[in-house]
Nanobody, 126 residues
Framework: VQLQASGGGLVPVGGSLRLSCTASRRPFSRFVMAWFRRAPGKERREFVAAFRWNGGYSYYADSIKGRFTISRDNAQPMVYLEMNILKPEDTAVYYC???????????????????WGQGTEVTVSS
């Protein structure tokens, strides 16, 4: 599966942005789709949100819970990350990821995902 993330940009504090992740084909129902981010100066990718394509579960990082929503397009192989009430600390390169073998307990680990998009940059200006 090839993934392509898009939708990043410059947004003021408190603003909103929607990221998109397009897959080369429709994920199988057992696929877990996720968003990670890498903040400036950080080496490790931080978990943001994930859900199983068939809707079995969804997870959110505590830092974005209540502000971000992960969802899918029912007609196309696309996943979205709706981001609201953006803060300066949300500034990062955002990556979408996917894998069909993710163990629920390891959903938040980047090592659990084989397929990655190229990243899209989000800058929240203060």
């Amino acid at each position: 599966v090839q993934l392509q993330a898009s939708g990043g940009g410059l947004v003021p504090v408190g603003g909103s942005l929607r990221l998109s992740c397009t897959a080369s084909r429709r994920p199988f129902s057992r696929f877990v789709m996720a968003w990670f981010r890498r903040a400036p100066g950080k080496e490790r990718r931080e978990f943001v949100a994930a859900f199983r394509w068939n809707g079995g579960y969804s997870y959110y990082a505590d830092s974005i819970k209540g502000r971000f929503t992960i969802s899918r397009d029912n007609a196309q192989p696309m996943v979205y990350l709706e981001m609201n009430i953006l803060k300066p600390e949300d500034t990062a390169v955002y990556y979408c990821a996917a894998d069909e073998r993710v163990i629920t307990s390891a959903t938040m680990r980047p090592e659990s995902y084989e397929y990655w998009g190229q990243g899209t940059e989000v800058t929240v200006s203060s």
